[in-house]
């Protein structure tokens, strides 16, 4: 399903120094879209996201650190999302956690990076592209400095073990193989 993350902008005022980023859970959103019924498409979210973003000299050099909570899956039908939580999809109980670690980062514009890291559902890992775009920083009304991106990617359910399906007499399946996934970031940078 989902992973989070993006990058946050490099400000340290040293160079070689490493500056910490947390992310904001209070504005911070990932959510994802599967085909249902092959005729529409349902959508999404993970209410639960933590972690921490740490930048050098240039946002190529981050690193990313995301946790999501899988028991905060809701797609606004409580019956749907129990069934979500259950054996045959995240396994909440023994995987109570998807988690999204960077390996590199790669700048491909001014303000688009390319995010490639391990991403882990129900104990299965997997390497996962992100495309990311960089909204900048700014300072909030309270002192914070704070850092927006936007990122999105594609997964295949099947690909972490999520099999599984019910077939339609019309032919097609129930739910959709791919995923996609849409993650607004917002990072506050952590005071020394």
Not at 15 to 28: F, K, M, N, S
Not at 49 to 66: F, H, P, R, S, Y
Not at 104 to 110: M, Y
Not at 123 to 129: A, I, L, N, P, S
């Amino acid at each position: 399903m989902a992973t989070t993350v993006a990058t946050a902008t490099a400000t340290s005022a040293v160079p070689g120094t490493r500056t910490v980023w947390d992310i904001d859970p209070a504005h911070t959103g990932v959510e994802f879209a599967v085909r249902h019924l092959m005729i529409s498409t349902v959508k999404g979210r993970f209410a639960g996201v933590a972690g921490t973003v740490t930048t050098g000299d240039d946002l190529t050099t981050a690193e990313l650190d995301i946790t999501i909570d899988a028991a905060s899956i809701d797609t606004r039908e409580p019956q749907r999302d129990a069934h979500l939580r259950s054996a045959d999809f995240l396994e909440v109980e023994a995987f109570p956690s998807l988690t999204f670690k960077s390996r590199r980062v790669e700048r491909l514009a001014d303000d688009e990076y390319r995010v490639t890291g391990d991403l882990t559902v129900r104990g299965v890992t997997r390497e996962v592209t992100l495309d990311v775009t960089s909204y900048g920083s700014t300072a909030d009304p309270w002192g914070h400095e704070k850092a927006g991106f936007s990122a999105a990617t594609k997964i295949k359910r099947s690909d972490y073990g999520l099999t599984w399906n019910a077939a339609l007499e019309t032919g097609g399946v129930v739910v959709g193989d791919e995923v996609k996934i849409a993650i607004d970031v917002e990072l506050t940078k952590r005071k020394a």
